[in-house]
């Protein structure tokens, strides 16, 4: 799917040859990748009319995350007066971000929102999110529309603040969607604990589909490996501060796939251990599907 729609499009202009071929490609491969991987969960929630397994308070941080994400890229993806902002700020430079990151964003708030819709459809089997989650999700929502709200009814600033603003002033729609990226860079850093932490407490990673893992690792890898070659290609790293969010994300995904990857693993072999037990008589079960742990 990559290959197909990389070969489709338009080159970058702003890269050499073969590399304005090469990049594309890389960056419609890991939209693919962390695309699909969404979908072995809901398909699997589907099949099992059931959620028990799955952390209601990852799927709530990973709205929050991935609808601050959307918009940032969104905005400096289409906004020319935010993307003038930007160049002004990183020596003339433009961000990176692609067509494939706005694309992924939009495709995977929606996909999120689908799961958390099959939490509300099969509620007898969801454990209810934590106070924590949601205090911590409604007072960071808050604070990013305050500081959207303040800026929009700001007297006599300019769209992206380029006229009207005083030297080195923080309050700027540019500073905006860096305090959204910051959001989503915390969200990422945090949003799979609860994951890691109920399947430790199920020991079973029954709920959690491995499918989604393997392609958000795939998608973590590829994600890099853009911006590697993009900044490497131009001599200019600044891409990299002034994209941190992409580039923490692909290393915070991959770390944490490898911890699920381990989890299932491990709990593979025990289920397989207390199912031949069991066969024997011995009264160990296989984890249940419905076995639900403390609120987490």
């Not at 491969?29 to 929630?45: E, I, R």
């Not at 433009?94 to 958390?116: E, Q």
């Not at 853009?226 to 900044?231: A, E, K, R, S, V």
């Not at 944490?256 to 989890?263: L, Y």
Request: net charge neutral.
């Amino acid at each position: 799917m990559g290959l197909i729609v990389g070969l489709s499009l338009p080159s970058n202009p702003e890269l050499p040859a073969p590399l304005n071929i090469v990049s594309p490609i890389i960056g419609w491969t890991y939209f693919a990748a962390w695309s699909v991987s969404f979908y072995p969960q809901v398909w699997l929630n589907y099949t099992r009319k059931s959620v028990s397994g799955l952390s209601l308070d990852f799927q709530i941080l990973n709205l929050l995350g991935f609808i601050c994400y959307a918009v940032y890229n969104v905005s400096l993806y289409w906004n020319a007066a935010i993307r003038e902002a930007y160049r002004l700020v990183h020596g003339g430079n433009s961000p990176a971000v692609h067509a494939n990151d706005v694309f992924f964003a939009l495709h995977a708030a929606v996909l999120t929102m689908v799961t958390l819709a099959q939490s509300l459809a099969y509620p007898s089997s969801r454990t209810p999110p934590s106070r924590l989650c949601v205090a911590a999700v409604v007072a960071t929502s808050g604070a990013v529309l305050a500081y959207a709200a303040a800026l929009y009814w700001a007297p006599g600033l300019h769209p992206s603040c380029l006229n009207g603003c005083t030297e080195g002033t923080w309050f700027t729609w540019l500073n905006l969607l860096y305090l959204v990226s910051l959001v989503k860079l915390a969200v990422s850093l945090v949003k799979y604990i609860p994951q890691v932490i109920l399947n430790h407490r199920l020991r079973s990673t029954r709920g959690w589909n491995v499918w989604n893992v393997l392609l958000d690792f795939e998608g973590g890898a590829l994600s890099l490996a853009q911006m590697i070659i993009d900044n490497s290609v131009c001599g200019d790293w600044s891409a990299i501060t002034g994209n941190p969010v992409k580039f923490a994300l692909g290393f915070v995904s991959m770390f944490f796939d490898v911890i699920f990857v381990g989890q299932h693993v491990a709990f593979g072999k025990r289920r397989g251990v207390q199912d031949a037990e069991g066969e024997e008589g011995s009264g160990l079960l296989p984890v249940s599907d419905e076995a639900q742990p403390a609120n987490v």
